[in-house]
């Protein structure tokens, strides 16, 4: 079953004589319960398509389908509606709020949804020992380190229990240590949860995680590659290797 369903997605800025397209007519599907990532050199309209697959920015054309309910057409009221169920966010620069502590903060999707303060716990608990925080749930985000802060972001994403998680270079600000400690903990939570996960990275290490690498090059799908049963160390192999096939991508730690 298909959780979203993108077809023919086009978007551009400007105007008729600015215009620039950003995204050339793009289709994706992402199954339930899959780890996706999309990656491209900077400026082939990755983050552009995240955008719009999230609903953050509106497409110019095209469909867009979260378990069968098209979004595209949808006004800001009836979309924020929709995120706030159905959706959830990591971002690369945390949006913790400071004057919540760390249980504060992930609680917050909950608080929003009116879920009652027994369940709202008891979700918490799963998820903050899932992902190796419960011990530092009443610290603010001024007293944790980078990779907590990101953690602390991904199981905000999770504790509602969205449809889609999408995550925009989750790891771009943390060390090499911090991000294979979430992206372990992310896989983990994408296999025990059978959360669908939807990310862009630059970052080849990162994108190794997933099972299925959809690389864009000029606001089009250029390939795409398949984990299987392969290894990390593998997939992380072809990963690099398609990079330099398609070129323009840097590796950067």
Known sequence: ?????????????????????????IDINIAAGEFVTIMGASGSGKTTLLNVLSSIDRVSHGTIKVNGEEITGRKDKQLAEFRKHHLGFIFQEYNLLDTLTVKENILLPLSIAKVSKQEANKRFKGVADELGIADIQDKYPNEISGGQKQRTSAARAFIHEPSIIFADEPTGALDSKSASDLLSKMSDLNEKRKATIVMVTHDPVAASYSSRVIFIKDGSIYTQLNKGDQTRQTFLKDIMKTQGVLGGIQYEH
């Open 1 to 25: 079953m298909n959780v979203l369903e993108a077809s023919k997605i086009h978007k551009s800025y400007g105007n008729k004589f600015t215009k620039q397209e950003v995204l050339t007519g």
